[in-house]
């Protein structure tokens, strides 16, 4: 099945730092997808991308869809320490009943 | 803000045991998902369900998982006999298969002891 590579495996920032994680594939997809999922909760949908090369902003956060259909990124600005948490990438391939391939995931720590 | 709901949140059964894991998606969606996330792990695919059957399963959906639609708005997933390994949080999903941004439910953490 697709494999999707997601890094980095954890970062710890300080309070107001910018981050970034992305999500690579040897694949193509349709569409991809950004979660955030807080501990023992379910994933919760922070922007999703449909074409290629397009970039979408969700607050502080600025997602882009590569133009290889293979990658994309998640960039958060001035962290605060409610965006702890597990950062999903999920990709979306056409005709696959719309399920979902995830990454494993970027866990964020922010230092007050 | 419409939401998908899922009851138990959890739920703790013995070996060899039957669960039902039980949820509504949101009212106007059409496509339907469970996916499983062992502790620690990323979020994995079991199973899609669109038009009263399954659409799609994955090769951990085997045997001794079940989906159905008893009615207009629930969706269950049973496992026949649970095994230490099917302990694990289930998600529900839900999508309407126009915008295909799937919306999660709160999960249910299995525990099979």
């Known amino acids: 099945g697709q494999q999707l590579n997601q890094s980095p495996q954890s970062m710890f920032i300080q309070e107001g730092e910018d981050v970034s994680m992305n999500c690579t594939s040897s694949?193509?997809?349709?569409?991809w997808l950004w979660y955030k999922q807080d501990p023992g909760e379910g994933p919760v949908l922070l922007i999703a991308l449909y074409k290629a090369g397009e970039l979408t902003s969700n607050g502080r956060l600025t997602a882009q869809f590569g133009i290889t259909r293979k990658d994309s990124f998640l960039n958060i600005s001035a962290s605060i320490p409610s965006d702890v948490g597990i950062y999903f990438c999920?990709?979306?391939?056409?005709?696959?009943?719309?399920?979902?391939?995830f990454g494993k995931g970027t866990l964020l720590t922010v230092n007050p | 803000e419409p939401e998908v709901t899922q009851t138990p949140s959890h739920q703790v059964t013995q070996m060899g045991q039957e669960v039902i894991l039980r949820c509504v998606p949101i009212s106007n969606h059409l496509y339907f998902y469970w996916y499983r996330q062992i502790l620690g792990q990323k979020v994995e695919f079991l199973v899609s369900?669109?038009?009263?059957?399954?659409?799609?399963k994955s090769e951990i959906f085997d045997d001794q998982f079940s989906v159905e639609r008893p009615d207009g708005s629930n969706f269950t997933l049973k496992i026949r006999s649970t095994k230490l390994e099917d302990s694990a949080m289930y998600f529900c999903a839900s999508t309407d298969g126009l915008v295909n941004e799937q919306f999660f439910g709160p999960g249910t953490r299995l525990t099979v002891l």
């Open positions: 999920a990709g979306q391939l056409k005709g696959s009943n719309y399920k979902l391939t």
């Open positions: 694949s193509i997809f349709n569409t």
């Open positions: 369900f669109y038009n009263n059957e399954i659409s799609e």
